[in-house]
């Protein structure tokens, strides 16, 4: 390679033994300045000079020199960042000149970002390899690209200066932004003052950002796009507050939809639609009215002081459904509509677009007992119902569907009168009693006391299940109260009234001890008569008294049918067979006295073994 400036000439000095030399040959002595004065001229010999064998330049040509070299050469032992040319571009290299003894080399790697490169053009590059194995000046683009890009990204973040940058691609959370070479984080929520829902259109486009932050430990560098227009937002914002008046209308645009309403951006500004204000007509979800980025008219309904939460309104841009419905509709009439919404009191039903009317639950049936509106309708059902009631003033309806068939009470005396035998279905209980159903819409009450001529029943629903088929017979029927009052043991002989006879007072029974109870035991006589037995009525003759499961004969002393008590005696059994000993041994002892003539003792003593033995003194 041609080096770029020539080298200075140096005059080697002649040694003291060539010059002595050459005054011995002249023709006339010369005397030196060393041999005139050899003290001065040691003191001011240039030993330096002597040395390396040249002569000494003088300081004027020195400076030219060094100056010529600052002009012309880089030097290549400081680690910064020059400028060279582009002086010659291969398939994989570009030919650096930097002004150095030679040109340097780059891979074309290093200017990807840049593809539009050609001879001529200045770049910035650092000394990567001052000398190769083959004498080669090796140079870097890309890291003295890194170098300045960190100069200029802390000046752009000290000084708020917007920057330009490539989006390379999509990250979690964000995008990677090429700023300056250097790898740029940006956080979605920072690509637009609105939600991004699409990130791939960004990518591969060169946009303006804002350095937000730098972190100069981890070499991370954030920036923000929605901070350069969130000025100019803020801005439209004051001005479009500023200008808001209730029912204003303006446009907007969807920016996001909720479960509860939508969000419109009116332009810098945001308000929100509630649900209940999108359409006249009830929906489920607001996105069957809107769409995201759709552009519609709203009108402002309210907003707060500070004019910060603004209220708008959609379906009130259109008349009201109710104003539209024809004068012709009346109470009384019949409408078809769609179960829109249900509760437990009832079914709203949408007659008309925006149009609704109420069916209680009591208006679905003619049956007493009040069901789930669930088990008449459902959400999505076709019905027809009559008009109940009508303002519309108040916007009010309210709708039946029972009145669609005859009630079942108008002849209700010829299908159910007094003493008619019936099956109805067990619909509910209560404590006192229970509710059975003959048909639809005619219910009626069985008390807890009509269920059973025998069984004493704390709960109905120890009798009977909910569901049950139950005969039944028609005990009181009141129309204008619209009650029926039933009987069910009715339908059955009462037993009581043959147990009357068969279990009548002093009769006597053979039954077992069933159980032993406070103050005394229970005999079972059959499966309707259970007997209570007190206890000093449990004595036996001997003494003892009976126990569990121990079989003997038991005297009625006491019947009740009413209240169905049956009180019985063992000891009663016994005693009385005693009694009619005793008067059979009297009866004897007179005529046996009568023939005898025995004496008033004799007969005394007689009578009062007897007595002894009935007492049990005597055995």
Not at 43 to 65: M, P, T
Not at 434 to 453: H, Q, T
Not at 534 to 540: A, D, F, G, N, T
């Given at each position: 390679?041609?080096?770029?400036?020539?080298?200075?000439?140096?005059?080697?000095?002649?040694?003291?033994?060539?010059?002595?030399?050459?005054?011995?040959?002249?023709?006339?002595?010369?005397?030196?300045?060393?041999?005139?004065?050899?003290?001065?001229?040691?003191?001011?010999?240039?030993?330096?000079?002597?040395?390396?064998?040249?002569?000494?330049?003088?300081?004027?040509?020195?400076?030219?020199?060094?100056?010529?070299?600052?002009?012309?050469?880089?030097?290549?032992?400081?680690?910064?960042?020059?400028?060279?040319?582009?002086?010659?571009?291969?398939?994989?290299?570009?030919?650096?000149?930097?002004?150095?003894?030679?040109?340097?080399?780059?891979?074309?790697?290093?200017?990807?970002?840049?593809?539009?490169?050609?001879?001529?053009?200045?770049?910035?590059?650092?000394?990567?390899?001052?000398?190769?194995?083959?004498?080669?000046?090796?140079?870097?683009?890309?890291?003295?690209?890194?170098?300045?890009?960190?100069?200029?990204?802390?000046?752009?973040?000290?000084?708020?200066?917007?920057?330009?940058?490539?989006?390379?691609?999509?990250?979690?959370?964000?995008?990677?932004?090429?700023?300056?070479?250097?790898?740029?984080?940006?956080?979605?929520?920072?690509?637009?003052?609105?939600?991004?829902?699409?990130?791939?259109?960004?990518?591969?486009?060169?946009?303006?950002?804002?350095?937000?932050?730098?972190?100069?430990?981890?070499?991370?560098?954030?920036?923000?796009?929605?901070?350069?227009?969130?000025?100019?937002?803020?801005?439209?914002?004051?001005?479009?507050?500023?200008?808001?008046?209730?029912?204003?209308?303006?446009?907007?645009?969807?920016?996001?939809?909720?479960?509860?309403?939508?969000?419109?951006?009116?332009?810098?500004?945001?308000?929100?639609?509630?649900?209940?204000?999108?359409?006249?007509?009830?929906?489920?979800?607001?996105?069957?009215?809107?769409?995201?980025?759709?552009?519609?008219?709203?009108?402002?309904?309210?907003?707060?002081?500070?004019?910060?939460?603004?209220?708008?309104?959609?379906?009130?841009?259109?008349?009201?459904?109710?104003?539209?419905?024809?004068?012709?509709?009346?109470?009384?009439?019949?409408?078809?509509?769609?179960?829109?919404?249900?509760?437990?009191?009832?079914?709203?039903?949408?007659?008309?677009?925006?149009?609704?009317?109420?069916?209680h639950v009591s208006e679905m049936s003619w049956s007493t007992h009040l069901?789930?509106?669930?088990?008449?309708?459902?959400?999505?059902?076709?019905?027809?119902?009559?008009?109940?009631?009508?303002?519309?003033?108040?916007?009010?309806?309210?709708?039946?569907?029972?009145?669609?068939?005859?009630?079942?009470?108008?002849?209700?005396?010829?299908?159910?009168?007094?003493?008619?035998?019936?099956?109805?279905?067990?619909?509910?209980?209560?404590?006192?009693?229970?509710?059975?159903?003959?048909?639809?819409?005619?219910?009626?009450?069985?008390?807890?006391?009509?269920?059973?001529?025998?069984?004493?029943?704390?709960?109905?629903?120890?009798?009977?299940?909910?569901?049950?088929?139950?005969?039944?017979?028609?005990?009181?029927?009141?129309?204008?109260?619209?009650?029926?009052?039933?009987?069910?043991?009715?339908?059955?002989?009462?037993?009581?009234?043959?147990?009357?006879?068969?279990?009548?007072?002093?009769?006597?029974?053979?039954?077992?001890?069933?159980?032993?109870?406070?103050?005394?035991?229970?005999?079972?006589?059959?499966?309707?008569?259970?007997?209570?037995?007190?206890?000093?009525?449990?004595?036996?003759?001997?003494?003892?008294?009976?126990?569990?499961?121990?079989?003997?004969?038991?005297?009625?002393?006491?019947?009740?049918?009413?209240?169905?008590?049956?009180?019985?005696?063992?000891?009663?059994?016994?005693?009385?067979?005693?009694?009619?000993?005793?008067?059979?041994?009297?009866?004897?002892?007179?005529?046996?006295?009568?023939?005898a003539k025995p004496t008033l003792g004799d007969a005394n003593e007689v009578?009062?073994?007897?007595?002894?033995?009935?007492?049990?003194?005597?055995?």
């Amino acid at each position: 390679m041609a080096e770029k400036a020539k080298k200075a000439k140096v005059v080697a000095t002649e040694t003291p033994e060539v010059a002595e030399t050459e005054v011995q040959t002249a023709e006339a002595p010369v005397v030196s300045e060393a041999q005139a004065n050899p003290e001065k001229f040691l003191k001011d010999f240039n030993w330096h000079n002597y040395q390396e064998g040249i002569d000494e330049v003088d300081d004027k040509q020195l400076k030219e020199f060094e100056k010529l070299v600052a002009e012309n050469f880089v030097d290549t032992l400081d680690e910064e960042v020059v400028e060279g040319e582009v002086i010659h571009i291969t398939d994989r290299d570009a030919i650096i000149d930097i002004n150095a003894k030679s040109e340097g080399v780059i891979s074309l790697n290093e200017f990807r970002y840049n593809p539009n490169l050609k001879v001529g053009d200045k770049v910035e590059v650092l000394i990567d390899v001052r000398e190769d194995a083959t004498g080669q000046l090796v140079l870097s683009h890309r890291k003295a690209r890194v170098i300045k890009a960190w100069d200029r990204v802390n000046a752009a973040h000290d000084s708020g200066e917007i920057v330009n940058g490539f989006v390379k691609c999509r990250t979690k959370g964000g995008m990677i932004v090429d700023v300056f070479g250097i790898e740029a984080f940006l956080p979605g929520s920072q690509i637009d003052v609105k939600p991004i829902r699409d990130y791939d259109q960004y990518v591969n486009k060169t946009m303006e950002f804002k350095v937000v932050k730098i972190n100069h430990e981890f070499k991370n560098v954030v920036v923000s796009h929605k901070a350069l227009i969130e000025a100019d937002i803020e801005e439209q914002k004051k001005e479009i507050i500023g200008q808001l008046e209730k029912g204003q209308v303006l446009e907007g645009v969807v920016k996001n939809i909720t479960s509860y309403g939508v969000f419109i951006d009116l332009g810098g500004v945001d308000g929100l639609i509630h649900i209940t204000d999108l359409s006249w007509s009830r929906i489920n979800h607001p996105n069957e009215i809107v769409e995201l980025d759709e552009k519609l008219n709203v009108v402002i309904l309210d907003f707060d002081e500070d004019k910060s939460r603004i209220q708008l309104g959609l379906k009130q841009l259109s008349k009201h459904p109710w104003e539209a419905l024809g004068e012709e509709v009346k109470v009384g009439d019949k409408v078809k509509g769609k179960v829109v919404v249900i509760a437990d009191y009832g079914a709203f039903i949408e007659v008309a677009d925006g149009v609704e009317g109420l069916i209680h639950v009591s208006e679905m049936s003619w049956s007493t007992h009040l069901r789930s509106a669930q088990d008449f309708v459902s959400v999505g059902d076709e019905i027809e119902a009559v008009i109940l009631t009508l303002d519309r003033e108040d916007r009010k309806m309210s709708l039946g569907i029972k009145q669609l068939t005859p009630d079942p009470w108008t002849d209700i005396t010829g299908k159910y009168p007094v003493g008619s035998k019936h099956t109805g279905i067990v619909r509910n209980f209560t404590n006192f009693g229970v509710f059975v159903e003959l048909e639809e819409g005619i219910d009626g009450l069985i008390y807890i006391s009509d269920l059973s001529w025998t069984k004493k029943i704390k709960h109905p629903s120890e009798f009977c299940s909910v569901g049950d088929k139950l005969d039944v017979i028609v005990l009181e029927l009141d129309v204008e109260g619209r009650k029926l009052s039933l009987g069910h043991k009715q339908t059955t002989d009462n037993p009581w009234d043959k147990y009357e006879t068969e279990f009548a007072l002093n009769t006597v029974h053979k039954a077992e001890i069933s159980e032993i109870v406070d103050k005394g035991a229970t005999v079972e006589f059959n499966d309707d008569i259970v007997a209570f037995v007190p206890s000093r009525h449990l004595e036996k003759e001997d003494g003892k008294k009976l126990k569990k499961g121990e079989e003997a004969e038991f005297k009625i002393i006491e019947f009740n049918k009413e209240f169905k008590r049956v009180v019985a005696s063992h000891t009663a059994v016994f005693k009385e067979e005693e009694a009619k000993i005793v008067k059979a041994a009297a009866k004897k002892a007179e005529a046996a006295a009568a023939e005898a003539k025995p004496t008033l003792g004799d007969a005394n003593e007689v009578l009062q073994d007897l007595k002894d033995k009935m007492t049990g003194k005597k055995k």
